[in-house]
């Protein structure tokens, strides 16, 4: 690739929206490897509003926000691959729609689940993010290829599947299936197939890893809840 259209990704390991953006890439690219507690000046540069990752670093100029990256991989390097958003204005609307469904219905709630500080705040969260799989469930039935992108990986599939692993650290530090068969076997099935892909492998972080890593973050917010309540 010529050094005018350089690509680099700023990232963390850990991040399920990284893994995103790195689902959704099809050209070579350089990783740089952020550390939340000592953010780079290149990040604070490229990100100045939210001073997070992911970072796309396209030709020397950055886009930020994972959904924003992973449209602007689809239009900017198309060509590598078959197009995530579908050609049809109807259906890409559709396609953004269930892609906020999912950030703002379904991770957002769930993300507060391990977050909250009371039993009736958890209840509460978990109810919510129930809802929204129950919701997803249904949308997922409407395509009879088994993908949300029909007979192959579009974009809510990428946006939703950088999530997997996690969803698989959930389950094995609380016991509870996000994508559980016998609620919502048609997103379980999707799972297990997103899981199995070629792309999907090569990214997936490894989840002994990522239950160690969530085990220190539940440790400092019981720690900082703690603080509070003295």
Partial sequence: MAGGDEVKLLGNWASPYVARVRLALGVPYDY???DFADKSDLLLRSNPVHKAVPVLIHGGKPVCESRVIVQYIDEAFGGTRPPLLPADPRERAA???WAAFVDDELLAPWGMVMRSGTDEERAEWTR??????DTLEGALGERSEGFF??????YVDVLLGGMVPW???TER???HNLFDASKAPLLAAWMEC????????AVFQDVDRLVEYAGTIQAR???EAGTASN
Avoid: Y
């Fill in 128 to 133: 919510r993010t129930v809802a929204a799989v």
């Fill in 194 to 201: 997103f899981g199995e892909l070629d792309a999907a492998r």
């Fill in 221 to 223: 917010l019981a720690a």
């Fill in 149 to 154: 992108g029909g007979d192959r990986v579009g």
């Fill in 173 to 175: 530090l609380s016991g």
């Fill in 32 to 34: 740089i490897e952020e």
């Fill in 167 to 169: 969803v698989r650290v």
């Fill in 95 to 97: 396609a953004r729609f």
